[in-house]
């Protein structure tokens, strides 16, 4: 259980109720967590019921690597970009970072949400029912009315679609219908959804991406190192949870994390372990997290972040710079 736990939101993705616990696992963890004081999240607490049971501290220490490191990576490109930009989030499932990017006034022209239809009915709830969160909408928002169904929610700055990454065509055709714009530089954020896919499905949404966007950044959090003893029964804890891992593949190591990339038509890639990752964030703020709770099973939490990765990929026609990021990740330069 330790082990799978830290599966991300999206697992259920694709597939069917048994393995939508999954989903909710991840964002209770994300709760407790914030609970306990590793990072600020006010908006949590309005997609989970309750802050649940303890998790073990190297849970928690591994949510607050992930999410230090793709908010360093998205933010970085956002102020690059000086927040002419847009971000979609490929199967965000129950994620808050649109509200965060509201108060931090890094807000994008437009943030774009997809999963699949059943998570985004149960999110736009969650939306219209919980003030606190609809609250951020109505403030962005220079109309009456907002577009909203029972599988899509569209307003000046934030939409939320229902859709299958694997139908890429169904895709476009519904991000173009609430007005994705190709010209405008674009980060594209995946977080334990790829792995999922086929290698041959996620190459065609890389590739798609790398073609439809001129300027962009992909951001990819999930397992790696997947051939080793540990990284197996990984895999065997999943399946027991009917959690396949159709695209593990790809996730041997770091190198064929980033080949995935280049192959599909991308200019930059680059990936690090999140042991790498957390040995990079400011120490100041990782000797206040790591006081929060006593780890008995520290060579647990290196096993732990040593198979999961962040993999970043970049096209940069207008120069903003993206590609240096791309090339550096020295967390305390930007955060």
């Known amino acids: 259980m330790t ?29 407790f967590a914030t609970s306990k004081g590793y990072w600020k999240d006010p908006y949590i607490q309005y997609f989970a019921r309750s802050v649940g049971e303890r998790k073990a501290p190297e849970i928690n220490r591994g949510y607050y690597a992930r999410v230090k490191g793709v908010n360093h990576l998205l933010d970085a490109f956002i102020r690059n970009s000086e927040c002419n930009c847009q971000v979609i989030n490929l199967g965000a499932g129950l994620d808050t970072t649109f509200w965060r990017l509201k108060d931090e006034n890094l807000l994008p022209k437009k943030f774009f949400e997809v999963d699949f239809p059943t998570v985004v009915a149960r999110k736009i709830h969650n939306i219209k029912t919980k003030p606190p969160l609809s609250k951020h909408l109505i403030e962005t928002h220079s109309t009456d009315s907002l577009i909203l169904d029972t599988q899509s929610l569209d307003s000046d700055r934030y939409c939320i679609i229902g859709a299958d990454l694997r139908d890429i065509s169904a895709l476009d055709e519904k991000l173009k219908k609430f007005h994705l714009n190709p010209d405008l530089p674009t980060v594209l954020l995946s977080e334990c959804v790829l792995v999922y896919m086929t290698p041959s499905q996620s190459s065609n949404l890389l590739r ?51 080949e995935r990339f280049l192959k599909t038509g991308w200019e930059h890639a680059d990936a690090l372990d999140m042991m790498t990752v957390y040995s990079m964030l400011p120490q100041d703020d990782v000797a206040r997290m790591e006081c929060l709770e006593f780890l008995d099973e520290k060579e647990l939490l290196q096993q732990l972040l040593q198979h999961y990765n962040i993999c970043w990929a ?5 120069n903003l710079g993206n590609s240096a990021v791309c090339k550096s990740f020295d967390l305390r330069l930007f955060i």
Not at 5 to 17: E, G, N, Q, R
Not at 216 to 241: C, H, K, P, T, W
Not at 314 to 318: A, E, G, P
């Open 314 to 318: 970049s096209k940069d026609k207008l």
């Open 208 to 258: 798609w991406a790398a073609e439809i966007f001129h300027t962009a950044m992909f951001i990819n959090y999930e397992q790696v190192n997947m051939s080793d003893r540990f990284g197996q029964v990984m895999i065997e804890n999943l399946l027991r949870r009917q959690c396949s891992l159709a695209g593990a593949e790809l996730c041997q190591s770091l190198d064929t994390q980033k």
């Open 3 to 31: 082990i799978s736990v830290l599966c991300c939101l999206s697992c259920c993705y694709f597939a069917k109720y048994p393995v939508r616990a999954t989903c909710d696992d991840a964002t209770i963890c994300k709760r």
